[in-house]
């Protein structure tokens, strides 16, 4: 990718794109006392410039009604309110409603009013409330709480004829289609907030139409389909786990437990792809089966969507701490992309005439901008090695046969006789393998002498294509530091079929730890393609039982079959 940087002043930036309009937003917090404020970039000239009410918890662009012109709308979510920009001007905003104070607060409240409880006695339950109760207290209690005691008599002839008012806050924010899947179709804006509910507003008339709850509170929302047709709404939570809601239900379908906390959520075709603090990819399926992990180099700050529609490519870009951004195919590394500095926020898609540009904000308050050549193709396996493809690769299992379910059945039925069947066999392999190998010691049939006295190893070669063959016996003493010497070497063998010049003869002095090649010829008699076995005796002088033996199955005799 070809790019520029770019260095404005400000710290912790936040990116968020305006389709079909060939500029962008640039967000940043608070630095040195001044509020936050929004930039509206077209290449890398400013174009606007406003002042923020408060730190944005979520941004998104969107299309709110149907005309042809096709603007699209910027809604910023901070606090309990939704502010939607548009033609890069204040358009609307939108309140949360207010949601029911705690009963036993408002009834201390209006005690304080009336003067019959003093600021220390209030404080006090106040405390006892907030441990206790499951409604929280409103911002009005929490700040008297931090109070010290010489500023609450202030505070409460101040506030003691307000009442009560408790209300949420935006966590996170996204967009739904409202009956059409294309790009420049109406959307709908979904909020998750502080007391642990989803909302979906409508575009036109910015009413809530649906409401739903959660375990936990929602920090990361990823939404599929369409609000008029089907959808599939998956939430991350602070408790560490995914929620996958779909269209009229209230309340969770599916639950995906993570090990760490989540810190991206990105949907990949049907792939919901998190980040976690563990420095892991997982890949899950909208059912919560995992299919998959890959393990970051480093920590990942944040994640975004990379979609090449010209070449139906989708993809998961994650920003690490190591100042990389790391593109993913399902598990397969595409690309490795290098920055200065670490990557804070992505943003991909068209920009002017580009369709493919990738924008990065980095932590120290630069602007990267990358725009991908129109003939680049993303190759797996292109950016490091990783696993082989076949490990990919799915098992095709065979259904299951009624013959298959019937022995199952009868597994089940006779486990036990069937176990004890396997036993019996099995103690009396064991017998049989036992008895023979005592009766090979005892015969010397082994080619490995187990006699402390003469410890010899013995293992032959043949050579050879027929009908000479070259036969070489190797005789090692195996002993530590004593030498062997008086032994025989005798070949028991056909003389109808074989022929040895030397089938009797002396072995020399074996010294500890050497192998002796031992070397005769061996002719082969037979025209009509016999082979037979030479026997091979390792004898001591004056002894009649051989100290081991070994069992040579000689090879057929090309030379006479080809003559």
Same mark, same amino acid.
């Given at each position: !990718? %070809? @790019?520029?940087?770019?260095?404005?002043?400000?710290?912790?930036?936040?990116?968020?794109?305006?389709?079909?309009?060939?500029?962008?937003?640039?967000?940043?917090?608070?630095?040195?006392? $001044?509020?936050?404020?929004?930039?509206?970039?077209?290449?890398?000239?400013?174009?606007?410039?406003?002042?923020?009410?408060?730190?944005?918890?979520?941004?998104?662009?969107?299309?709110?009604?149907?005309?042809?012109?096709?603007?699209? %709308?910027?809604?910023?979510?901070? @606090?309990?309110?939704?502010?939607?920009?548009?033609?890069?001007?204040?358009?609307?905003?939108?309140?949360?409603?207010?949601?029911?104070?705690?009963?036993?607060? +408002?009834?201390?409240?209006?005690?304080?009013?009336?003067? $019959?409880?003093?600021?220390?006695?209030?404080?006090?339950?106040?405390?006892?409330?907030?441990?206790?109760?499951?409604?929280?207290?409103?911002?009005?209690?929490?700040?008297?709480?931090?109070?010290?005691?010489?500023?609450?008599?202030?505070?409460?002839?101040?506030?003691?004829?307000?009442?009560?008012?408790?209300?949420?806050?935006?966590?996170? !924010?996204?967009?739904?289609?409202?009956?059409?899947?294309?790009?420049?179709?109406?959307?709908?804006?979904?909020?998750?907030?502080?007391?642990?509910?989803?909302?979906?507003?409508?575009?036109?008339?910015?009413?809530?139409?649906? &409401?739903?709850?959660?375990?936990?509170?929602?920090?990361?929302?990823?939404?599929?389909?369409?609000?008029?047709?089907?959808?599939?709404?998956?939430?991350?939570?602070?408790?560490?786990?995914?929620?996958?809601?779909?269209?009229?239900?209230?309340?969770?379908?599916?639950?995906?437990?993570?090990?760490?906390?989540?810190?991206?959520?990105?949907?990949?075709? &049907?792939?919901?792809?998190?980040?976690?603090? +563990?420095?892991?990819?997982?890949?899950?399926?909208?059912?919560?089966?995992?299919?998959?992990?890959?393990? !970051?180099?480093?920590?990942?700050?944040?994640?975004?969507?990379?979609? $090449?529609?010209?070449?139906?490519?989708?993809?998961?870009?994650?920003?690490?701490?190591?100042?990389?951004?790391?593109?993913?195919?399902? &598990?397969?590394?595409?690309?490795?992309? *290098?920055?200065?500095?670490?990557?804070?926020?992505?943003?991909?898609? *068209?920009?002017?005439?580009?369709?493919?540009?990738?924008?990065?904000?980095?932590?120290? @308050?630069?602007?990267?901008?990358?725009?991908?050549?129109?003939?680049?193709?993303?190759?797996?396996?292109?950016?490091?090695?990783?696993?082989?493809?076949? +490990?990919?690769?799915?098992?095709?299992?065979?259904?299951?046969?009624?013959?298959?379910?019937?022995?199952?059945?009868?597994?089940?039925?006779?486990?036990? %006789? !069937?176990?004890?069947?396997?036993?019996?066999?099995?103690?009396?392999?064991?017998?049989?393998?036992?008895?023979?190998?005592? +009766? %090979?010691?005892?015969?010397?049939?082994?080619?490995?002498?187990?006699?402390?006295?003469?410890?010899?190893?013995?293992?032959?070669?043949? $050579?050879?294509?027929?009908?000479?063959?070259?036969?070489?016996?190797?005789?090692?003493?195996?002993?530590?530091?004593?030498?062997?010497?008086?032994?025989?070497?005798?070949?028991?063998?056909?003389?109808?079929?074989?022929?040895?010049?030397?089938?009797?003869?002396?072995?020399?002095?074996?010294?500890?730890?050497?192998?002796?090649?031992?070397?005769?010829?061996?002719?082969?008699?037979?025209?009509?393609?016999?082979?037979?076995?030479?026997?091979?005796?390792?004898?001591?002088?004056?002894?009649?039982?051989?100290?081991?033996?070994?069992?040579?199955?000689?090879?057929?005799?090309?030379?006479?079959?080809?003559?």
């Amino acid at each position: !990718m %070809a @790019g520029r940087t770019l260095r404005p002043h400000g710290q912790h930036p936040h990116l968020f794109h305006l389709p079909g309009a060939g500029r962008f937003a640039w967000g940043w917090g608070v630095q040195g006392g $001044q509020h936050p404020r929004l930039k509206v970039l077209k290449g890398p000239a400013v174009l606007t410039e406003s002042p923020l009410p408060a730190l944005p918890a979520a941004a998104t662009a969107f299309l709110m009604e149907q005309h042809e012109t096709r603007t699209p %709308a910027l809604a910023l979510a901070s @606090g309990p309110c939704v502010y939607v920009y548009k033609n890069l001007r204040p358009y609307f905003k939108f309140s949360l409603p207010q949601l029911p104070p705690n009963p036993l607060e +408002q009834d201390l409240w209006n005690q304080a009013k009336e003067d $019959q409880i003093d600021p220390l006695t209030l404080k006090e339950m106040l405390e006892g409330i907030r441990e206790k109760a499951e409604v929280p207290l409103s911002v009005q209690s929490l700040r008297f709480l931090q109070l010290e005691l010489s500023e609450m008599e202030a505070f409460v002839s101040q506030h003691k004829s307000r009442s009560v008012e408790r209300q949420t806050v935006i966590t996170t !924010m996204t967009t739904l289609k409202k009956n059409l899947a294309d790009e420049d179709a109406v959307s709908c804006l979904v909020l998750g907030t502080e007391n642990k509910e989803l909302l979906v507003l409508d575009p036109e008339a910015f009413i809530i139409v649906a &409401k739903m709850s959660l375990p936990s509170v929602p920090v990361f929302l990823d939404v599929s389909g369409q609000w008029d047709v089907e959808f599939r709404l998956a939430a991350a939570c602070r408790n560490g786990n995914i929620y996958v809601l779909r269209r009229d239900s209230k309340r969770p379908k599916y639950c995906i437990e993570l090990s760490a906390q989540p810190v991206g959520l990105v949907r990949v075709h &049907k792939v919901l792809v998190v980040g976690s603090t +563990q420095d892991c990819l997982h890949g899950f399926t909208h059912k919560g089966k995992k299919l998959w992990t890959v393990q !970051m180099p480093a920590t990942i700050l944040t994640m975004n969507l990379l979609e $090449q529609r010209s070449r139906g490519l989708q993809a998961v870009m994650a920003g690490l701490a190591n100042g990389e951004v790391r593109i993913y195919h399902d &598990k397969a590394l595409l690309n490795v992309i *290098r920055t200065p500095d670490a990557v804070t926020s992505l943003c991909f898609g *068209r920009f002017g005439r580009e369709d493919n540009t990738l924008i990065m904000t980095t932590r120290g @308050g630069g602007l990267i901008i990358k725009i991908l050549k129109r003939t680049a193709v993303f190759v797996e396996g292109g950016g490091e090695a990783g696993p082989p493809p076949a +490990q990919a690769m799915k098992l095709n299992v065979p259904r299951k046969t009624r013959l298959y379910v019937d022995q199952t059945l009868r597994e089940r039925e006779a486990g036990t %006789a !069937m176990h004890r069947t396997f036993q019996t066999d099995l103690y009396l392999l064991r017998i049989r393998a036992a008895r023979a190998y005592v +009766q %090979a010691l005892e015969s010397s049939l082994n080619p490995v002498s187990l006699t402390a006295r003469e410890p010899l190893k013995l293992h032959a070669v043949v $050579q050879g294509l027929g009908p000479t063959f070259k036969l070489t016996l190797h005789l090692q003493n195996t002993s530590a530091a004593r030498p062997i010497l008086g032994l025989l070497v005798c070949f028991l063998y056909n003389e109808v079929l074989y022929a040895l010049p030397r089938a009797f003869f002396k072995v020399p002095l074996l010294v500890p730890g050497l192998s002796y090649p031992l070397e005769t010829f061996v002719e082969s008699l037979s025209d009509k393609g016999i082979s037979d076995i030479i026997k091979v005796l390792v004898l001591r002088e004056g002894q009649s039982a051989p100290l081991l033996s070994a069992h040579i199955n000689m090879p057929m005799s090309e030379g006479l079959a080809a003559a």
